[in-house]
T-cell receptor, first 113, second 113 residues
Framework: NAGVTQTPKFQVLKTGQSMTLQCAQD?????MSWYRQDPGMGLRLIHYSVGAGITDQGEVPNGYNVSRSTTEDFPLRLLSAAPSQTSVYFC????????????FGEGSRLTVL | AQSVTQLGSHVSVSEGALVLLRCNYSSSVPPYLFWYVQYPNQGLQLLLK??????LVKGINGFEAEFKKSETSFHLTKPSAHMSDAAEYFC???????????FGTGTRLTIIP
């Protein structure tokens, strides 16, 4: 079972560059989300989606864009990278919105110089 | 509004000793509560969850947690620590009717041989 797959695992960007972090899940989950993890701050929700064509903002959405054209894919776009976006990014999906049990990818480590 | 406070960013215990990781939550409506574990360079995985019913919840790897409404707590325990328990642990809360899961800042558990 592949579960939640994130690519790339590592990326280095220069300030102002744009890029897309890919996330795909093969569990037919309706709910998907993106988090960033920073030391001492836990995980913070960036954007989430409750189904294809529906997205909403989380706690820290500025500088990020998402779309959900299919149930399987939920890419995260950095429009103009800034050093403050240096972080580890996790994509997660949820089988049951009611209970909130998330399945996580292995993470994407992004460094912005 | 919902929030989680984890007391102690680092906890060290000897192998074979009791593990106690503290979590207090704030929620204006009945909460769903979770503990996740993150091993180095991996995503998070669910340890256990409380939704409704029995307040003592058993999870994987011998961990358990007790929901105490009067104390707004959901502390994680394990009677006897094992070296393989070394990881970072996150408490999370989701208020009933809320789509979002809010994480605490995490507690890094170190096991002393």
């Amino acid at each position: 079972n592949a579960g939640v797959t994130q690519t790339p695992k590592f990326q280095v960007l220069k300030t102002g560059q744009s890029m897309t972090l890919q996330c795909a899940q093969d569990m037919n989950h309706e709910y998907m989300s993106w988090y960033r993890q920073d030391p001492g701050m836990g995980l913070r929700l960036i954007h989430y989606s409750v189904g294809a064509g529906i997205t909403d903002q989380g706690e820290v959405p500025n500088g990020y864009n998402v779309s959900r054209s299919t149930t399987e894919d939920f890419p995260l776009r950095l429009l103009s990278a800034a050093p403050s976006q240096t972080s580890v990014y996790f994509c997660a999906s949820n089988r049951d919105r009611g209970t909130g049990e998330l399945f996580f990818g292995e993470g994407s480590r992004l460094t912005v110089l | 509004a919902q929030s989680v406070t984890q007391l102690g960013s680092h906890v060290s215990v000897s192998e074979g000793a009791l593990v106690l990781l503290r979590c207090n939550y704030s929620s204006s409506v009945p909460p769903y509560l979770f503990w996740y574990v993150q091993y180095p360079n991996q995503g998070l995985q669910l340890l256990l969850k409380y939704t409704t019913g029995a307040t003592l919840v058993k999870g994987i790897n011998g961990f358990e947690a007790e929901f105490k409404k009067s104390e707004t707590s959901f502390h994680l325990t394990k009677p006897s620590a094992h070296m393989s328990d070394a990881a970072e642990y996150f408490c999370a809360v989701r208020a009933f009717g809320n789509e979002k899961l809010t994480f605490g800042t995490g507690t890094r558990l170190t096991i002393i041989p």
